[in-house]
Every structure is written in C-alpha cells, then in structure tokens.
Nanobody, 127 residues
C-alpha cells in the first residue's frame, strides 16, 4: 500500500509555470506506475500524464503535450509534473495516483487503473 501527498499548486498568471510534486510513502514506490489527473469545477476528472515505474515510458493528454513534463525520482519516492506555458483552461485540482505493477514497464491512462490517490492540489491560472 502507498500513501500519496501532492504539493506545489498555487495561483499563477497565464504563461507561467508550476511544478507539482507527489510524495509517496513506503519502500516499494519504485514498483508503482504513476499518473496525474485533474478535475475542474463542474467537470469530470481527466487524465493528464502518466509514467511507468522505471520512468522510461511516459504519455500525455494531447492538450498538454509540449507544455507539461512528468518525471520521477524513485530514490526520493517522488513523482513530478512540470507545467509550463500554463493556460486558464489548466485550472483544476490536480491529483496524483499510483498503481502497483508486478511485471512490465507500462503507463496507465484510465483513472480506473489506479488504486491509490492523493488528496489533490489546486492549480489556478489567471488570464
């Protein structure tokens, strides 16, 4: 089991940058594929980015490709989401999620693939 705590959210002007962090507990963090999701007011939670347990495989929502970068440091039990060129439509609560992986080096894009979730961090982009 893993517990996740997000940080790094805040208020930023359009065109600005933020880096979100997601710290995981436990000694087996490196065996978890990780994902970032977001939920804007009145909208469903949506996929943003995912990374395999090793960090070698990543995948992004089309609208964030080229602007967001997901990465991880397994020695620190932490996954990151670097967000550049932020837009007002990026405003949402951002959640990290973890899925235990016993074989393969895959990423996962559906929220239903993940068993563990953080509490979320608010990102607000002003125009």
């Amino acid at each position: 089991q893993v517990q996740l705590v997000e940080s790094g959210g805040g208020l930023v002007q359009a065109g600005g940058s933020l880096r979100l962090s997601c710290a995981g507990s436990g000694r087996t963090f490196s065996r978890y594929a990780m994902g970032w999701f977001r939920q804007a007011p009145g909208k469903e939670r949506e996929f943003v980015a995912a990374i395999s347990w090793s960090g070698s495989n990543t995948y992004y929502k089309d609208s964030v490709k080229g602007r967001f970068t997901i990465s991880r440091d397994n020695s620190k039990n932490t996954v990151y989401l670097q967000m550049n060129s932020l837009k007002p439509e990026d405003t949402a609560v951002y959640y990290c999620a973890a899925r235990r992986v016993d074989s393969g080096n895959y990423y996962y894009t559906s929220q239903y693939d993940y068993a563990y979730w953080g509490q979320g961090t608010q990102v607000t982009v002003s125009s």
